[in-house]
């Protein structure tokens, strides 16, 4: 997933791996963040909004780094599994959803973050890329967070890991 986010970057010319990259590699990658986003309508919807950003269209952001101003230095992002420093490394952003993501997992007891993880963290920041992009599909950002949680608890109640 994050060899996708970094090839997305790359190939749409963006300076740093944001999280709508990541959004767009979890759906493209993760049969579970696809069913959790929601029906085929709001699927495809939103994934329109994602290949429209990454052909140039609609939703516009190589000039600027995504940054909510939670975080000053953008990381190396070779612990994330991204080559240091290559396409500008990680949006401040994306970086601090990646370590929540991995945050998540290890609440669970868990070594490796799952998509859930990611989806959930990249819900956090109410003015990250992916939380602009799900607002304009008409998929409120705080309802997806809600049925991550909501799907992770029933998951946990039927003996699994959660999520």
Same mark, same amino acid.
């Given at each position: *997933?994050?060899?996708?986010?970094?090839? @997305?970057?790359?190939?749409?010319?963006?300076?740093? &791996?944001? !999280?709508?990259?990541?959004?767009? =590699?979890?759906?493209? =990658?993760?049969?579970?963040?696809?069913? !959790?986003?929601?029906?085929?309508?709001?699927?495809a919807r939103l994934l329109g909004y994602l290949v429209q950003r990454s &052909?140039?269209?609609?939703?516009?952001?190589? =000039? /600027?780094v995504e940054d909510s101003g939670a975080i000053a230095v953008v990381p190396?992002? #070779?612990?994330? /599994?991204?080559?240091?420093?290559?396409?500008?490394?990680? =949006?401040?952003? #994306?970086?601090?959803? *990646?370590?929540? $993501? @991995?945050? %998540?997992?290890? %609440?669970?007891?868990? !070594?490796?973050?799952?998509? !859930?993880?990611?989806?959930?963290?990249?819900?956090?920041?109410?003015?990250? %890329?992916?939380?602009?992009?799900?607002?304009?599909? /008409? &998929?409120?950002?705080?309802?997806?967070?809600?049925?991550?949680?909501? %799907?992770? +608890?029933?998951? $946990?109640?039927?003996? /699994? #890991? +959660?999520?």
């Amino acid at each position: *997933m994050v060899a996708g986010a970094r090839r @997305r970057a790359l190939r749409d010319g963006d300076r740093q &791996i944001d !999280t709508a990259h990541l959004l767009h =590699s979890l759906l493209e =990658s993760d049969p579970e963040v696809r069913a !959790t986003v929601g029906e085929a309508p709001q699927l495809a919807r939103l994934l329109g909004y994602l290949v429209q950003r990454s &052909i140039g269209y609609g939703l516009r952001w190589q =000039s /600027g780094v995504e940054d909510s101003g939670a975080i000053a230095v953008v990381p190396d992002p #070779a612990p994330y /599994g991204g080559e240091p420093k290559e396409a500008g490394g990680w =949006s401040p952003v #994306a970086a601090a959803a *990646m370590e929540e $993501a @991995r945050r %998540r997992a290890r %609440r669970r007891g868990e !070594t490796r973050a799952g998509g !859930t993880d990611l989806l959930a963290a990249l819900v956090v920041d109410p003015q990250s %890329r992916a939380v602009e992009v799900l607002e304009r599909a /008409g &998929i409120p950002a705080c309802d997806l967070r809600a049925r991550v949680e909501a %799907r992770a +608890a029933e998951y $946990a109640e039927e003996g /699994g #890991a +959660a999520c």
